[in-house]
């Protein structure tokens, strides 16, 4: 297997605790990767993922980082030609306003699996012409 695909999911952290928002992202998370390894294998291609804690100055310098997926370097979001958007969130968060993205009229707030599946798939697809 030479072909990889890597995912980063960066959230806040603060005293061992997230939002329920990053929290419900990274059980669906766990779900796209137990779908997609062994899809993934059989193409030949290697699934690396990494989760990012956040800290509080780091949240607060710029809260939109937080929930955040990024596939072979990119957004989530642009492979799935959706938007970024936000809104308030938690006592965790604080007044800051957190990543949602916005795909099709819908607003998520944790990022549901299949989406994240429906991403690396795309992602496989470009890495598969190249």
Do not use: H
């Not at 939002?19 to 699934?47: F, I």
């Not at 492979?79 to 099709?104: F, H, I, N, Q």
């Amino acid at each position: 297997m030479n072909k990889k695909i890597t995912i980063i999911w960066e959230r806040l952290v603060e005293d061992n605790r997230t939002c329920p928002r990053c929290s419900s992202t990274g059980e669906e998370l766990e779900q796209a990767v137990a779908l997609l390894k062994p899809v993934l294998s059989q193409a030949g291609v290697e699934l690396s993922v990494e989760q990012r804690a956040l800290t509080l100055e780091e949240f607060r310098q710029d809260p939109l980082r937080s929930n955040r997926i990024l596939i072979n370097s990119k957004p989530l979001e642009s492979w799935l030609a959706a938007r970024t958007g936000a809104s308030p969130c938690c006592d965790v968060c604080g007044p800051a306003r957190c990543r949602t993205v916005e795909l099709e009229n819908r607003t998520y707030e944790a990022v549901p699996a299949e989406l994240i599946v429906q991403a690396v798939l795309n992602a496989l697809q470009e890495l598969r012409q190249q």
